[in-house]
């Protein structure tokens, strides 16, 4: 996501009206237990988040922003209080604010781009006037800054938001912005964002909460697969050619993320469900084992797949009340991997210790450097 993805979309027809999201429908939000979705209306927040959102309203050492790229579920939103600067993205209907389906429902959006396979939807990076817009406002509120920013693997937005930091600084001596690299994507943002929370009210300092998060973010781990191929060719991330012998072999990735936060391919299998016990087995290798942690399910329109890796996970040893948040990928990240996209995010081994001992090297000149630019 980056200035250089913005392009006119092309016209298409039957474009869905967005409305308000119907929760019988999307799968916005599910947590607790197996046999624990919520009924419409009723509070189905899990109890760390509410520990977590209790503690960080009460008592906390700084702000914290984070942006409409975590796709966070809208109950963990409502619990914590976060401000969320939302992206924004083009699509038949023109420009629309991401405003993570508060007047949306995802299954017509996903819905609608299964039958209009050529519709042009294109992601556009926050400006530098946003940022400064937005901290300049928050600093208002008397606490150091902290911003949990979607990563530079995916978005050349982080610049803005350093931009932006500096000029603010520039005219409020000894005013404290942080801007983390969350080098994590999707729902892996909205796990890291709960515990930087919790860090927060905790007792640490903006600097200690942000060296904190700079070490914490490698540990969160997530793995997924798409229904087609044929949204990251339109977006100019894999050569058609690739997408239609995926296509006509039946060909499902498993993706996942480096330790930069850009995506990475970690298989290919015949057919979806290999490609989903692939997800289960990465689970299953990296996991934690600290249930005391939530985890996240998130999909573009694929409440079965979604349905089917929750139920997997509870199948594991100690997590078979394992708290699960579960949400709808938003526009912003919908738009590049298109509907039938699944994933599943948890907290786990360290993804460093995956690395060669050269990229080691290599991964410590440019953490120094993120730490200097900080």
Known sequence: MSNSDQAEP?????????TEANDEQS???RAQGPDRAPNKGSDATPEHVTIVAKAYNKRRSCKIIVDSSSDLAPEVIKRLGVEVIPYRYVGPQGERVDDLWENGDPHEFYEF?????????TTMAITPGTYAEVFERALGDGLPILYLCLSEGLSSSINSARQAADMVQASHAGAEIYILDNKCDSAAGELLLMEVCRQAAAGLTAREVY???QDARYFIHGYFTLDSL?????????PPAAAQVGAKLDVKPE???DINGSLTLRGMYRGRKKAMRAIIQDFHDNYAHDTSLPLAIVSSDANKDADWLEAQVRKEKGCEDLAVIRSS???????????GMVALVFWGTDRREQLSLTDRIAHRIRDGRSVSRS
């Not at 044929?230 to 894999?238: F, S």
């Not at 990928?329 to 509907?339: A, M, Y």
Request: a neutral charge.
């Open 113 to 121: 781009m299964r039958k209009n396979p050529d519709a042009r939807f």
């Open 329 to 339: 990928v938003s526009p912003i990240l919908g738009s590049h991997v298109g509907p």
């Open 230 to 238: 044929h949204w990251l060719a339109l977006g100019g991330r894999i």
């Open 10 to 18: 092309t016209a298409a027809t039957d474009a869905p009206v967005l």
């Open 255 to 257: 993706l996942s993320y």
């Open 27 to 29: 799968d916005h939000y």
């Open 211 to 213: 060296e904190w998060a």
